[in-house]
């Protein structure tokens, strides 16, 4: 990953740790690495609704003794270390935990020191991350694909079962103008609200509007806008749901519960279900449409759709292993790549390329609490990744937006949005 170190001018001189606030509050871990010419810093992301597959977040102290590792275990072994050489340093901080899912130092210590020293290394280089990250010259811009309307673990009642209603500018010219259409379509249902007088608690967790929806008036809503948008700009937008149906299942009675709308589906009834949102909405992507082991129901939905993305975030939660099992029995067609899923850089990029191979679509996605930098957009650059999951409003949503468009602004010759050919 990245290039081959010319010279030591990317060589470690330091790496410390300490506690600074996610998105939501929390305190998560950051770190710092110098090198003899450069320095990056990055904090790790956290997130409510999680894939039980995942690493393990934080060792059993929490984030005071992922920060003593950092600062007793890990520093001293990464000094001298080019900063270039992401598989070394990531191959270090698998070595140092020796367990299969960071349960030792934990999957956001290896994704902050991860991160830290690829922004060192580009830092040092004189590059952005995205340069020092991809792999050939070609840089091609994802498609934004943003949370206008939340509900389930991302809000705090009085919503929606499911978790995300989302919007995809699939037919624009450039990033700016994608962007520019789903912040059209968050304001547009915003309105929608007040005309109807509908209640609402404010905003969730990633920004998206918090209203007492059923699940068929927020398609409803979500749609009205899109086509409004749609229209008014020139730029087809589509709609997306992230049902995060683990967060629903039931495992004693084998059923999905909707509580706001006040039913069970058993396994056969979930696919027909989301076979009928799919129809009735033309859906552009459906994410977690079924529990996260729950393979064949995710085989049956794809082979019944056409140009919709299936995409799994829990039930492949970026491991290779999980895909490849998922891969062989034709689970989806698309995945979600969070790096702190797996805990270092070499581990998202080594999934990303064997879901390309396979024909699946990488979405490169923040979590809920995310921070304030714009590393993870660079990423989604430099991994191909045609769809970027980042919302819409929020600073640490905005931050990834702004510096994509900052991207496409410096190199308006060289670069391209993506297109989804599915």
């Not at 840089?139 to 499911?162: A, E, F, K, W, Y």
């Amino acid at each position: 990953m990245g290039s081959t170190p010319m010279n030591n001018t990317a060589k470690i001189t330091s790496a410390n740790a300490w506690k600074v606030f996610d998105s939501r509050g929390r305190l998560t871990i950051e770190v710092g690495v110098a090198t003899t010419n450069g320095y990056g810093r990055a904090a790790a992301p956290s997130s409510i609704s999680t894939g039980k597959r995942e690493v393990q977040s934080y060792p059993p102290e929490g984030v005071d003794q992922a920060i003593r590792f950092v600062q007793t275990v890990l520093s001293p072994r990464l000094l001298g270390l080019e900063a270039d050489d992401q598989e070394k340093i990531d191959a270090l901080l698998h070595e140092v935990d020796g367990t299969v899912n960071f349960s030792k130092i934990g999957g956001n210590t290896a994704y902050a020191v991860s991160f830290a020293a690829a922004l060192a290394a580009a830092d040092s280089k004189g590059v952005q991350l995205f340069e020092h990250l991809q792999v050939g010259s070609e840089v091609r811009l994802p498609l934004p694909l943003g949370n206008v309307l939340g509900g389930g673990r991302h809000t705090q009642g009085g919503s929606t079962d499911i978790q995300e209603f989302l919007v995809l500018p699939t037919a624009a010219e450039t990033f700016l103008e994608a962007s520019s259409a789903n912040a059209k379509v968050y304001s547009e249902i915003g309105k929608q609200l007040i005309a109807k007088g509908k209640s609402t608690s404010g905003t969730g967790d990633e920004g998206a509007w918090i209203a007492d929806f059923t699940t068929a008036e927020a398609f409803e809503t979500v749609s009205k806008a899109c086509e409004s948008v749609s229209a008014s700009m020139g730029v087809r937008v589509r709609v997306g749901a992230d049902i995060a149906a683990s967060t629903m299942w039931d495992e004693k009675t084998k059923t999905y519960a909707y509580k706001r709308d006040g039913k069970r589906l058993d396994e056969g009834e979930q696919i027909e279900y989301m076979r009928t949102l799919v129809n009735d909405y033309h859906l552009a992507y459906l994410e977690d449409p079924f529990h996260e082991e729950a393979f064949t129901a995710f085989r049956e939905l794809t082979r019944s759709v056409n140009d919709t993305l299936i995409c799994g975030d829990d039930l492949f939660v970026t491991n290779l292993t999980r895909l490849q099992e998922g891969t062989k029995k034709e689970s989806g067609n698309a995945i979600i790549i969070k790096p702190n899923q797996v805990g270092t850089l070499t581990d998202a990029r080594r999934t990303t390329e064997f879901a390309i191979q396979s024909g699946y679509i990488p979405v490169v996605s923040h979590r809920s609490g995310e921070s304030p930098g714009s590393e993870l957009a660079h990423v989604a650059v430099a991994f191909a990744s045609p769809i970027f999951k980042t919302g819409i409003v929020g600073g640490e949503r905005v931050a990834k937006l702004n510096e994509l468009i900052r991207i496409e602004g410096n190199l308006k010759e060289r670069i391209r949005l993506a297109k989804i050919t599915r």
